[in-house]
Structure formats: C-alpha cells, structure tokens
C-alpha cells in the first residue's frame, strides 16, 4: 500500500483517517444490506437511516434549533449561489446585500445578478481583501431581501469569526470552507450553506441548513430541483442523491461527535494548528508574508508568499517530495496555501511548520 502524504489540498481536501478506514471496512458489504451503499436504494430502510444519522449528527455539532430543516443538495455551494436568489430575490421586488472579502463573494453576486438586483454592502478589493469589514463599515440596506457573506474564503485566508449583524434582514452564508470547524449560532442565519468537500465530506453534495420561516417564504412554481420548499418536504430525496457521498458525511460528522468530542474541542485543536503556522510566518522577519491582516486570519486557509516566485516554486517542490502535498496557492492569487481543515492532523501541520523553519535557514 502507497503511503499517504499530508494532504494540505484546499478541496477536495483531507478526510478523516477513521472514517475512511470504517468506509473501507463496509465498502462491499453494508452491515445489512447485503450490498455496498453504492448499490443500495436510496428509498431503502439501510439508506434512510444513514441520511437520518447524518442530519442528526448536524443537528447536535452545531445545536440546530427544531425551526430549522438540514438538506443534503446537489451542485455544491456554486449551485447555491442561483438557488438562493432564485427562491429569494427574484419577483420580491428587493435588493439584495452582498459583503465582498474575496473570489467566492464575488462569484456568488454575479450568479445573484442574473436574477435580481444587486448591492454591494463592502468591498474588500481595493485592499485586496486582506480583511473583514468592521460592522460600521457595512452599507446595508434594512430593505433587503437578505445580506449575503462568505464566512471564510479559502483563495485569500481571510475570515469571520463574528456573523454582521444585519437586524431583521435574513443573513445568507456560504460556510463551505469553515462549516464544522468552530460552533457557531445558526439561529442568526436565515440560511447556511457549505460544499462538502472541505470539512464534511467528499465532493458531491451541499449541506444547506434553511429556516422554517425562509421555507414559508419560496415562491410557487419554480424548477422543482431549485426549490427549497420542494427538496425540504421530500427529506431531499426528491431525485435520488448523491448516496456515499451522505454516507461519507454520515461518518464524518460522527467522527466529529465520537472522537474529537464536538466543536469546541475541533475549534481548540484547529486553533492550535493555525497557530504553528502563523507563528512561523511573523516569526520569520519577512521571509514568509502572510497576505491577510492578523485579526481575519483565517484557521482553515494559511496563505503566504515568499520573496520570489523561484523559491515558492522550489518551496512546493521540495515539501512534495517530503510528504507536504498540495501547497501551491490559487492561480489567481499565487503564493503558497496551507489548508487545515479538521481531517489534517496536528501533526502534519507540525511537519509542515518544521520544513517551513528548515527551509528558511537553507534559503533566508
């Protein structure tokens, strides 16, 4: 068996090493069903009580409040970006808000202007989103439709660590990237939304937690795939979903819950490792740069430049042959990207912190 490398991938990203040992144990034969979850119908007793399991497990990490309904969706969090303004903003005769600290806020806009209209409450690009705005610096308006935000955005390592406080307008969140990382209070949320891929699971579902209230709000006769109204009262079963998927989601969350202990104890350790890193960064007299401002650094996402674009090449070069994979940042920021989510363990990152001390002294 080829050995596994530290996988600092920013998605489709690390898993946790239990879940996929227990995935691999039942891969042909699903304790009582006579066959792979694969092969099984997603109508069936086996199935229905894994896609239970996994809301459930939802349900008790983030403490989700009885008023409020976990989905399991397809398309990812880039289909959210259409759905959400398509039960929401379009025909409501509002606008909506959106706050821009990096490429994911943007992307979600631009599919929200297709359908309705847009503003832009904060913009982060001049600075070039090194930041989160402060509450004051918020233009909203308490007419909107909703206020949209991105918690973390994984290009830049920027993140939030408190919700905007938008009054009695809904507060939308595209969570993909820090959902499960830390406990948050999904009562200030209208609806939260994330892409497996990163903290819950492999790629090929959204979990979307939506309240009773926004439900009560969908329009009638949208597509029945993009209705939220439709996909909650069909338990999102609807169409047949993405099932190893869920049940790869199912076995994380209980991970979560099982052996870490919940959010509080994954926050603390998650905490813990973004500190390795960073510390080595302010730590290195400008060899390493940090891009975001120290109070919006994100836990999930460590990005960094280093003095030339030769020895950021070299520096990925050389952590991949030591075991460190997936280091290179976004194409369209460049630089080098940690990504730590919750399946990458304390002591990969500490391998990492070391290469970055040893790598520094070879070329400081």
């Not at 401002?293 to 042959?321: H, W, Y």
Request: glycine content about 8%; some cysteine.
């Amino acid at each position: 068996m080829a050995e596994r490398v530290y996988n600092f991938a920013a998605g489709p990203a690390a898993l946790p090493l239990p879940a996929l040992e227990e995935a691999r144990e039942h891969f042909l034969v699903l304790p009582g069903a006579g066959a792979s979850v694969m092969e099984i119908s997603h109508r069936s007793k086996e199935f229905l009580a894994i896609i239970e399991q996994a809301q459930q497990n939802f349900r008790t990490l983030l403490n989700i409040p009885d008023n409020y309904r976990v989905l399991f969706l397809q398309g990812g969090a880039s289909l959210q970006f259409i759905m959400a303004p398509m039960n929401f903003l379009q025909n409501s005769g509002k606008p909506a808000d959106y706050v821009l600290t990096g490429s994911w806020g943007n992307k979600a806009m631009k599919e929200a202007k297709r359908v309705g209209n847009v503003r832009v409450a904060w913009e982060g690009k001049a600075e070039k989103y090194v930041r989160v705005p402060k509450q004051d610096e918020l233009d909203l308006d308490p007419g909107a439709a909703y206020v949209h935000f991105t918690s973390n955005e994984t290009i830049e390592g920027v993140e939030f660590f408190e919700e905007p406080d938008t009054g009695s307008v809904p507060l939308f969140c595209d969570a993909s990237s820090d959902i499960l990382s830390r406990p948050i209070d999904v009562s200030k949320y209208g609806i939260l939304y994330a892409g497996a891929q990163k903290n819950v699971g492999p790629s090929g579902v959204a979990v979307v937690i939506i309240s009773d209230e926004m439900l009560a709000r969908v329009p009638e006769n949208l597509p029945a795939m993009l209705d939220y109204k439709n996909m909650a009262e069909n338990a999102s079963l609807y169409n047949t979903p993405p099932t190893f998927t869920i049940y790869m989601v199912m076995l994380v969350t209980k991970w979560l819950i099982e052996e870490i202990g919940g959010l509080d104890k994954m926050y603390a350790i998650n905490k813990e490792k973004a500190k390795m890193l960073y510390d080595v960064i302010d730590g290195s007299g400008g060899f390493y740069k940090g891009h975001s401002q120290v109070d919006c650094r994100s836990i999930m996402n460590v990005t960094f430049r280093l003095p030339s674009e030769e020895l950021e090449a070299a520096f990925i070069k050389e952590a991949g042959a030591n075991g460190l994979a997936s280091l290179k940042g976004h194409r369209s920021v460049g630089g080098c990207r940690a990504s730590i989510y919750n399946a990458v363990p304390v002591e990969g990152v500490k391998a990492l912190s070391d290469f970055m001390k040893a790598f520094m002294s070879r070329n400081g």
